[in-house]
């Protein structure tokens, strides 16, 4: 955009000069907003969880008791972790590392303490009854599925 001005003597004033540069103090002034960092995503890929377990079958004997957990292959990334809370709630964990998703070897372990999961190749520790990390070796909380449980049958899913 440029601007000329006549004066009534017929003078023309060239004001180009002065608009050019205030046109380029207008646009490098102008900053990109700064955005925040994306957040990181969770490093478990999602897969779709449904499965139903009978807690009270015999080969289901470590679910009957509270405290009592079974690993559960056929569902999730590695399988599932299914420990009894309570006599009616159940957790369903995911047994893949956050660490280390795609390694099976790093499947997380129930240590001898029946309270504590482990991913053995980085020694990351998270709690079993709600998957909180226990240590600062793991930045993210544990996959948990939701779980219904009508006193015969145990739902899990996502």
């Not at 053995?120 to 948990?144: C, E, F």
């Amino acid at each position: 955009m440029v601007l000329i001005v006549m004066n009534k003597k017929g003078k023309i004033y060239n004001y180009a000069i002065l608009t050019i540069v205030l046109s380029l103090f207008i646009c490098l002034s102008c900053k990109k907003k700064k955005t925040a960092d994306p957040v990181p995503q969770y490093p478990i890929p999602y897969i779709a969880v449904n499965v139903t377990i009978y807690p009270n079958d015999p080969t289901n004997f470590a679910l009957q008791a509270i405290g009592g957990w079974k690993y559960y292959s056929g569902a999730g990334v590695h399988g599932l972790i299914i420990y009894r809370k309570t006599q009616a709630d159940f957790v369903a964990i995911e047994r893949a590392s956050p660490e280390n998703p795609n390694v099976a070897a790093s499947a997380l372990k129930v240590q001898s303490d029946n309270f504590t999961l482990k991913d053995t190749i980085k020694n990351a520790r998270w709690q079993i009854v709600d998957g909180a990390p226990m240590n600062s070796t793991s930045n993210w909380q544990l996959r948990l599925y939701g779980t219904t449980y009508d006193g015969n049958v145990l739902r899990v899913m996502n």
